[in-house]
């Protein structure tokens, strides 16, 4: 079966995950000097999920799948790091594929969770999830598809937190079944 990956660096604006604006003291914004999205949060004693959503309708296809197939599976490998962990008291992430309305997952689980360092990290981490069915109703290669990033920052109380966490490159890999009676062509010169 072919594969395919779908690249996201957030060092194009156009390749951007939006804050969606559910957590009131979190947000996530494109950071331009350090190619990342940045989740952010300098609220204390909250526990709060910021939801960063791609929001371009883009279909299986335009990740890079054949017209007509069908998606059997994906899975991630994406990196991050803690930049700030001032009054920090935990945080965590998963990511997932979701569809047009950005709340119906097109898997059947998450991509990948994970429950993030406390501590500051000069370098970016590089993570690893496990392949994902994709449900029924999301398989179409015309499917409308959309990485999510679900971030949860708890804080203690007292004084102000300065918590920073930063999504780095995602790299979805796409296993297909092409359309029966497609061809490819190689042309090599």
């Given at each position: 079966?072919?594969?395919?990956?779908?690249?996201?660096?957030?060092?194009?604006?156009?390749?951007?995950?939006?804050?969606?604006?559910?957590?009131?003291?979190?947000?996530?914004?494109?950071?331009?000097?350090?190619?990342?999205?940045?989740?952010?949060?300098?609220?204390?004693?909250?526990?709060?999920?910021?939801?960063?959503?791609?929001?371009?309708?883009?279909?299986?296809?335009?990740?890079?799948?054949a017209?007509?197939?069908?998606?059997?599976?994906?899975?991630?490998?994406?990196?991050?790091?803690?930049?700030?962990?001032?009054?920090?008291?935990?945080?965590?992430?998963?990511l997932?594929?979701?569809?047009?309305?950005?709340t119906?997952?097109?898997?059947?689980?998450?991509?990948?969770?994970?429950?993030?360092?406390?501590?500051?990290?000069?370098?970016f981490?590089?993570?690893?999830?496990?392949?994902?069915?994709?449900?029924?109703?999301?398989?179409a290669?015309?499917?409308?598809?959309?990485?999510?990033?679900?971030?949860?920052?708890?804080?203690?109380?007292?004084?102000s937190?300065?918590?920073?966490?930063?999504?780095?490159?995602?790299?979805?890999?796409?296993?297909?079944?092409?359309?029966?009676?497609?061809?490819?062509?190689?042309?090599i010169?």
């Amino acid at each position: 079966m072919p594969t395919v990956i779908k690249n996201f660096n957030f060092s194009e604006v156009g390749n951007n995950l939006v804050d969606q604006g559910n957590a009131a003291n979190v947000a996530a914004a494109q950071n331009t000097t350090e190619p990342s999205i940045a989740f952010t949060c300098t609220t204390n004693a909250i526990t709060q999920t910021e939801f960063g959503l791609y929001l371009d309708g883009d279909t299986w296809e335009d990740w890079g799948v054949a017209s007509g197939a069908t998606v059997n599976s994906v899975s991630a490998s994406w990196t991050d790091r803690t930049a700030d962990d001032s009054r920090l008291s935990s945080h965590s992430v998963i990511l997932d594929i979701m569809q047009t309305d950005g709340t119906t997952t097109c898997l059947d689980a998450i991509i990948d969770t994970k429950d993030l360092s406390t501590v500051i990290e000069g370098t970016f981490n590089t993570n690893s999830g496990v392949e994902v069915n994709v449900s029924t109703g999301s398989q179409a290669s015309d499917t409308i598809v959309r990485l999510r990033a679900s971030y949860t920052v708890t804080t203690a109380n007292g004084k102000s937190p300065s918590a920073d966490w930063r999504l780095g490159d995602v790299d979805i890999l796409i296993d297909y079944t092409e359309a029966a009676g497609s061809r490819r062509v190689f042309i090599i010169l």
